[in-house]
C-alpha cells in the first residue's frame, strides 16, 4: 500500500476545512451539518472523519483562519526597532485583516461572518473561547507594543498604561469588523480615516 504522505494529509484536510468555511460563511455554524460538509467536500464520510471527529473540531479548524493574529503586520511595523503611530498600526491590521479575511487563500470565501459567529459561540464554546481569548490577547499585546514604544518617544503622557491604550487599538479594530458587517455601507477607507483623526497620527 502506497504511503500516504504528509502534503497529501494537508490537501486533504485542506479541502475539508475549505468545505467548511464556505457553507459556515453562507449557512452558519447551527444550520450546517457534518453530512452538508461531507457532500461539499467530495470526499467520503470515512476520509472527512479521519481528520475531524465532529462539527466542533471543523468549527475550531476554520475559526483560526477567521482569527488570524496578523503577526506578519506588526512583525512589518515593529521591525528593527519602529516606532509606528497607533493610527498607523490600527490602519494596516485593518487593511491586512479585511484583505485576509475576504480573500482566504485557504477556503477561498469571505471569512468575515464566520469571525462574528466564533466570537458569539465564544461565549458558549470553551473550545473557541480558548481560541479565541489566544488570538486576542496576542493581538493586544503587539498593540499595547506599539503604545509603549510610542511612548518612549514621548507621544503619549508618562502616566498612560500601554496596556489599556493596546486593548483601546484592539477595539478599534473589533469594531470595524462588526460595523462593516452590521452597517451597510462601512468601508475600511472610511472608517480609518476616522481612527487617524481620532488618534491623531497618519495611517
Request: charged share 20%.
Amino acid at each position: 500500500m502506497p504511503r500516504v504522505t504528509e502534503e497529501y494529509r494537508a490537501a486533504r484536510r485542506a479541502e475539508i476545512v475549505a468545505a467548511a468555511g464556505k457553507l459556515f460563511s453562507s449557512n452558519g455554524f447551527h444550520s450546517t451539518s457534518m453530512a452538508d460538509i461531507i457532500s461539499a467536500s467530495g470526499l467520503s464520510a470515512g476520509a472527512v472523519y479521519r481528520y475531524f471527529r465532529s462539527k466542533e473540531e471543523l468549527i475550531g479548524a476554520v475559526s483560526e483562519t477567521a482569527l488570524s493574529t496578523a503577526d506578519e503586520v506588526f512583525t512589518d511595523l515593529l521591525a528593527d526597532g519602529a516606532t509606528p503611530s497607533p493610527a498607523e498600526a490600527v490602519t494596516k491590521v485593518i487593511n491586512a485583516i479585511l484583505a485576509r479575511a475576504t480573500r482566504d487563500g485557504q477556503t477561498g470565501v469571505d471569512l468575515t461572518p464566520v469571525a462574528l459567529q466564533v466570537w458569539a459561540e465564544a461565549v458558549r464554546s470553551p473550545e473557541l473561547s480558548v481560541r479565541a481569548n489566544t488570538a486576542f490577547t496576542l493581538l493586544r499585546d503587539h498593540f499595547a507594543e506599539v503604545a509603549r514604544r510610542w511612548q518612549k518617544a514621548g507621544n503619549l503622557p508618562a502616566d498612560a498604561d500601554p496596556d489599556l491604550v493596546g486593548a483601546a487599538m484592539l477595539g478599534l479594530g473589533q469594531g470595524f469588523l462588526i460595523q462593516s458587517l452590521l452597517i451597510p455601507g462601512t468601508s475600511a477607507e472610511n472608517y480609518t480615516v476616522g481612527v487617524q483623526a481620532l488618534l491623531g497620527g497618519q495611517g
